[in-house]
């Protein structure tokens, strides 16, 4: 019942910006814990950014704090990632997360890639 699908990624030139979306279905992202990961080319998968339905605040891992903004929209029901002066070391596949049941489910990511 849970689905969450990632859109938005692409290549992307350096210094750029791109809006990743995560559509959920069987999550309410009002109300349950969302975040964003990633996973790098090396196959390192670093935190990015999380929220709490419950909570106002949001969350950033060090490699995203101050470039990469999370926020929600609740009538659409998608947890969106904005990326901000991007850099080659940004590039990776862009995964959706959310805990639910004692459960972590993923999406299958979207793949952001900058280069010239």
């Known amino acids: 019942q849970v689905q969450l699908v990632e859109s938005g990624g692409g290549l992307v030139q350096p210094g750029g910006s791109l809006r990743l979306s995560c559509a959920a279905s069987?999550?309410?992202?009002?109300?349950?814990?969302m975040g964003w990961h990633r996973r790098l080319p090396g196959d390192e998968l670093q935190y990015l950014a999380s929220?709490?339905?419950?909570?106002?605040?949001?969350n950033y891992g060090d490699v995203a704090r101050g470039r990469f903004t999370l926020s929600r929209d609740s009538a659409k029901n998608t947890v969106d990632l904005l990326l901000n002066a991007l850099t080659p070391q940004d590039t990776g596949v862009y995964l959706c997360?959310?805990?639910?049941?004692?459960?972590?489910?993923w999406g299958q990511g979207t793949q952001v890639t900058v280069s010239t």
């Open positions: 069987g999550v309410d992202v009002s109300r349950d814990a």
């Open positions: 997360k959310t805990d639910l049941r004692e459960q972590e489910y």
């Open positions: 929220v709490f339905g419950h909570e106002s605040s949001t």
